[in-house]
């Protein structure tokens, strides 16, 4: 089974900075998805960036972006210039391609503070 | 906004009874997951359906089931409630013909068993 692991539950960067959240992830398959989901205090669970497993350029998303190395199974996200609003709960989670179960796996989360 | 609607957003009730937590899916999506969050356990996974049909099942409790609806609308029944059944219910929609791409979250039903 796939699992996600998120290893640092809390983070803090001042306003202007760059962050990186970490996430690894454990799995057989070789095609799949990887995506990081905000969740900012209003509980909405809001899409960030997403990468497909078979790309080897890492994603990019404005200030967010990712990197991604398969053969480690590490998919860190950073995040430049940080905002107050950039305050949240951020979510690695997996998406297998392949099979019946579409569903995400996620991570614990890190609960990622900006500082004034 | 990400066009998934999910009623009631809280919901109060006591130990024992039963609730019913509804969730409409993006206009075209045939996928409809159900996940919980919990403090202490993070999101799981309860219980995809796809098009009608159940497609998958997590670590759902058997005091809870869920169905599709014709019209693609989804119903999560909880029953026999439990002070641990607290917690955020999300229910999530993508295309899902094939796995691709993300799931879109609707904002959650927040239950408080008290």
């Known amino acids: 089974a796939q699992t996600v692991t998120q290893s640092q539950p809390e983070m803090s960067v001042q306003e202007a900075e760059t962050v990186t959240l970490s996430c690894t992830y454990d799995t057989s398959e070789s095609d799949y998805y990887l995506f990081w989901y905000k969740q900012p205090p209003s509980r909405q669970m809001i899409l960030v960036i997403r990468?497909?497993?078979?790309?080897?350029q890492n994603a990019t998303e404005n200030r967010f972006s990712v990197n991604f190395q398969k053969a480690a199974k590490s998919f860190s996200l950073k995040i430049s210039d940080s905002q107050l609003g950039d305050a949240a709960m951020y979510f690695c989670a997996y998406r297998s391609e392949r099979g019946s179960q579409g569903n995400l796996i996620f991570g614990k989360g890190t609960k990622l503070s900006v500082k004034p | 906004d990400s066009g998934v609607t999910q009623t009631p957003k809280h919901l109060i009730t006591a130990t024992g009874q039963r609730v019913t937590l509804r969730c409409s899916p993006r206009s075209g999506d045939l996928s409809v997951y159900w996940y919980q969050q919990s403090l202490d356990q993070g999101l799981q996974f309860l219980i995809q359906?796809?098009?009608?049909?159940?497609?998958a099942k997590g670590n759902i409790l058997e005091r809870f089931s869920a169905q599709q609806f014709p019209d693609l609308h989804s119903e999560l029944n909880l029953s026999s409630l439990e002070l641990g059944d607290s917690a955020l219910y999300f229910c999530a929609s993508s295309v899902d013909r094939v796995n691709t791409g993300e799931l879109f979250f609707g904002e959650g039903s927040r239950l408080t068993v008290l």
């Open positions: 359906y796809y098009n009608g049909e159940e497609r």
């Open positions: 990468q497909e497993a078979y790309k080897q």
